[in-house]
């Protein structure tokens, strides 16, 4: 069983940046993909970035691409999820999760089998 423990989340003003960090109980790289996710109340689970551990191939959702950057530090079984330029419509709880298939489909939340329990970020304007 793979703990997933998130943090970093926080309030912040439109413009501003958060880190996010996803520690993991065991190796990340058995994983085959991690992921950040974002809810927010009565909408759906919505990927947000995703790593191949072993590759270091990265995905991004359209709305975050050129702000936020995903990144692992294997020594410390570690996956960060840096938000730069922050926004209001990024609001939401922000999950980590791991998996370990890869069908092509980064963002589909069927191929992670562990998830975290969340971290709130709150971006005001």
């Known amino acids: 069983q793979v703990q997933l423990v998130e943090s970093g989340g926080g309030s912040v003003q439109a413009g501003g940046s958060l880190r996010l960090s996803c520690s993991s109980s065991?190796?990340?790289?058995?994983?085959?993909?991690m992921g950040w996710f974002r809810q927010v109340p009565g909408k759906e689970r919505e990927g947000v970035a995703v790593?191949?551990?072993?590759?270091?191939?990265?995905y991004y959702t359209d709305s975050v691409k050129g702000r936020f950057t995903i990144s692992q530090d294997n020594a410390k079984n570690t996956v960060y999820l840096q938000m730069n330029r922050l926004q209001p419509e990024d609001t939401a709880m922000y999950y980590c999760?791991?998996?370990?298939?890869?069908?092509?489909?980064?963002?589909?939340?069927?191929?992670?089998?562990?998830w975290g329990q969340g971290t709130q970020v709150t971006v005001s304007s």
């Open positions: 999760a791991a998996g370990g298939l890869w069908r092509g489909r980064p963002f589909d939340t069927n191929d992670y089998h562990y």
């Open positions: 065991e190796n990340i790289r058995r994983s085959m993909i």
């Open positions: 790593i191949m551990t072993g590759f270091s191939r990265r």
